[in-house]
Structure formats: C-alpha cells, structure tokens
C-alpha cells in the first residue's frame, strides 16, 4: 500500500496585523518558509515535482498564482511548478491533502506544500468586494437564483454563524472568554519555554509569534462590546487577523529512499466534509465523526488535536459533541492568540501538531478547521 510521509515542516512567526511582518512581500513571505524547508531537508529542490500552496484574498500582491510566485521569489528552480488553492480557511491544510493524494496516487514522488497570507496588505474578505468597480456590489452569493432560490437573502457570515453557534450549543459570553484565556496563556507557555523554536524560522527580526497577550484577563474580555448587538462574541474570543507563511514536504516510499530523506510522520487519514452553509463554522463535528468513522478510531486514540480557533464557540461546539479531552485540544493555544494567517493556517497548524506530537512522543494527532461555505477538512498523521 503506498504511503505518504511528511519529511519536515517550517513556519514563519506569525504576525500581528501591522507587525513586524507586514511589510513582507507575500511573496518572500511564502519565499522565507520554501528556502527554509529546502535547507532543513537537504532536498535537490529540482526534484520537487509541485508546489501546492493555500491563499485566500489572492489578489494584487497575493494574485497572479502565489505558489509559482513564491517558488520562484526564493531563486529556486524554474521548471517546478506552482498552484494556488481556495478552500477560505482551510486552504493550505487542503493544499496538504493534494499534495499527499499525489503522493498516494503515485502520480508524484516529492511535492511541497503549504501556504501564506499577508492580511496586513490584503485584508480579509478583498476578493470578495474587488469586484465593485465592475458592478458587483453584493459579493458572491446576491444575484444567483440557485443560491437565493435554496437559502434565500439570509446574511452569509462568519460572525452570524459563530453567533448561532453560540445559542446552539448553549455557550455563555463567559465561557468563550474564559477558553479565549486559556488559549492565550498555553500560548505564552509556550513561547516562553521556546516550544516553537524548532518549528519557527525567523524572519524581519521577528522570531516570536506577535498575537499573544501577556497583559489580557477576564476582565478585560468581560468590558469588550459584542460584535453583534444582544450577540455573546466579542474580538476577544475571536481570532486574530495575522501575516505568516508554512510550508510541508511531503514524500512517497521511493522519495524517501532515493533522496536518503529519513520521514518523520506519514498521513493517516485525509478527508472533507460539508453542510450548512450559513452556519457555517460547524463542519469540523461531522467532518471529524466521518474521519473516525472512516479509520475505525476513537476520540480517545488521538493524543492530540489542533482545531483552528476561528472563535471560541467553534471549538467548545466540537469539544462538546465530539467528548474530546481539553488538555489533548490546542495544547499550545490557538488562533485567539497566535492569529489566523487565513491561506497558511492550515499548514502552521499541522506543523505546529508534528513538532507535539514528537516532543511528547504521542502517536497520533487530528487536525481539522471550519472553512467558508460550511466545510471542515480533517487530517489525521501517525509520529514515526
């Protein structure tokens, strides 16, 4: 049976919006983690046979094919291709699973994957108002009579589907600040006992991740207004609006014994999953009933799972229907403090969950992430 295997992954800090990264060029931002992954393996790069890389917003700066882009932009060779994936946030954890199926189809041997956002520049949702000059004032979903047709002129939004979440699963205000906290504080643990330091290559001066806040308590949460009027989210429980970039090589048997290349984890599972739309942010509970089903595993066999933490009632929703252990759930905290990179999280998280899984010797490790349209990828990978 053919295998996939991740032989390494890098990531850059993330940046705060208006940090010390949000001058980087997206493409030398992607540019930074591909020479970086180049080194750390060793690799000839002109064995690579595809760049995979997730970005959303891919316009100006991010448009034009951002994974050629970034490729080139680190002088490496020109005959290795390059392509831009979209699935919103889950685009470069999407970008791993097309990589890893070529692998697995044994259509390709070596390909990197990965992803990059710079939404100090772009900021989030361009892509879907750049089109105004031209008479599309409404964004993607006004005017589609199929789209009114099945859903009507209901609001399509993340916030709205975070908020009925939220009264779904009956999650307080108080119980979303007080994950926000937590997720803040395992992140500064974290940082502070130089945990991401293997995982993270340096860039601008910037060696840490800049989204944590040392100076952030309850209180402070408890004062914010809501997003919403009578709503339960505030920016507190919401993640942050980052610049950053990762990037993964991912290799099939022969890869690995041609290129003397010594794997750290192979893909145990790859799949995605949908459902409603408006919602939304939902998908990653039947998303990760399926993946477990799929593989015959419980909950209890994954010793640790990064879920992204778009908003707090997303990951309390999962953790609630899925019975998962807490302290197994973003270990390290999450998006609410280290920041959403929208095309690169996928990629941080599951290089984040590698880099875990080997320092505390756990065998398996979940990742998964709501997406726009209501989906939710999940990736499961055995430690080697």
């Known amino acids: 049976m053919a295998e996939a295997y991740i032989v390494d992954a890098v990531r850059s800090p993330v940046g705060?919006?208006?940090?010390?990264?949000?001058?980087?060029?997206?493409?030398?931002?992607?540019?930074?983690?591909?020479?970086?992954?180049?080194?750390?393996?060793?690799?000839?790069?002109?064995?690579?046979?595809?760049?995979?890389?997730?970005?959303?917003?891919?316009?100006?700066?991010q448009a034009g094919d951002i994974a050629r882009t970034c490729w080139l932009a680190a002088g490496l060779p020109e005959h290795v291709p390059g392509v831009t994936v979209d699935r919103q946030c889950g685009s470069s954890q999407q970008a791993v699973h097309f990589a890893a199926q070529a692998v697995l189809s044994g259509t390709s041997?070596?390909?990197?994957?990965?992803?990059?956002?710079?939404?100090?520049?772009?900021?989030?949702?361009?892509?879907?108002?750049?089109?105004?000059?031209?008479?599309?004032?409404?964004?993607?979903?006004?005017?589609?009579?199929?789209w009114t047709a099945r859903y009507g002129d209901v609001e399509v939004s993340q916030f709205a589907g975070a908020e009925q979440i939220a009264r779904e699963w009956d999650l307080s205000r108080e119980d979303m600040e007080a994950f926000a906290y937590r997720s803040h504080q395992r992140a500064i643990a974290a940082i502070d006992g130089g945990l991401f330091t293997k995982e993270t290559a340096p860039?601008?001066?910037?060696?840490?991740?800049?989204?944590?806040?040392r100076d952030t308590t309850l209180e402070k949460m408890a004062s914010l207004k809501t997003l919403m009027d009578g709503g339960r989210l505030t920016a507190a429980v919401s993640s942050q609006i980052s610049d950053g970039a990762a990037a993964l090589l991912i290799a099939s048997e022969r890869a690995v014994r041609?290129?003397?290349?010594?794997?750290?984890?192979?893909?145990?599972?790859?799949?995605?999953?949908?459902?409603?739309?408006?919602?939304?942010?939902?998908?990653?509970?039947?998303?990760?009933?399926?993946?477990?089903?799929?593989?015959?595993?419980?909950?209890d066999q994954i010793d640790a799972v990064e879920i992204n933490e778009a908003?707090?009632?997303?990951?309390?929703?999962?953790?609630?229907?899925?019975?998962?252990?807490?302290?197994?759930?973003?270990?390290?905290?999450?998006?609410?403090?280290?920041?959403?990179?929208?095309?690169?999280?996928?990629?941080?998280?599951?290089?984040?969950?590698?880099?875990?899984?080997?320092?505390?010797?756990?065998?398996?490790?979940?990742?998964?992430?709501?997406?726009?349209?209501?989906?939710?990828?999940?990736?499961?990978?055995?430690r080697l």
């Open 258 to 299: 041609e290129h003397g290349l010594t794997p750290r984890a192979r893909v145990h599972h790859l799949s995605a999953r949908g459902e409603d739309p408006i919602r939304m942010l939902s998908a990653p509970i039947p998303a990760t009933e399926h993946a477990l089903r799929k593989t015959g595993m419980t909950i």
């Open 311 to 382: 908003f707090a009632s997303v990951v309390l929703a999962w953790l609630k229907d899925t019975g998962a252990d807490p302290a197994r759930v973003n270990p390290h905290g999450g998006a609410i403090a280290l920041g959403h990179p929208l095309g690169a999280t996928g990629a941080r998280l599951m290089t984040t969950l590698l880099h875990h899984l080997e320092r505390t010797g756990g065998r398996y490790g979940l990742q998964t992430m709501c997406e726009g349209g209501g989906q939710a990828n999940v990736t499961i990978i055995e």
């Open 203 to 213: 860039l601008e001066g910037v060696s840490d991740d800049e989204g944590p806040r």
């Open 16 to 61: 705060r919006r208006g940090g010390g990264l949000s001058g980087v060029h997206p493409a030398d931002l992607g540019a930074h983690v591909l020479t970086a992954l180049m080194e750390r393996t060793g690799v000839d790069p002109g064995a690579v046979e595809d760049v995979v890389f997730g970005c959303v917003d891919a316009i100006g700066p």
């Open 109 to 146: 041997d070596l390909v990197v994957a990965g992803g990059v956002q710079n939404m100090s520049q772009i900021p989030i949702g361009s892509a879907m108002t750049a089109a105004a000059p031209l008479g599309f004032t409404d964004g993607p979903f006004a005017g589609s009579r199929g």
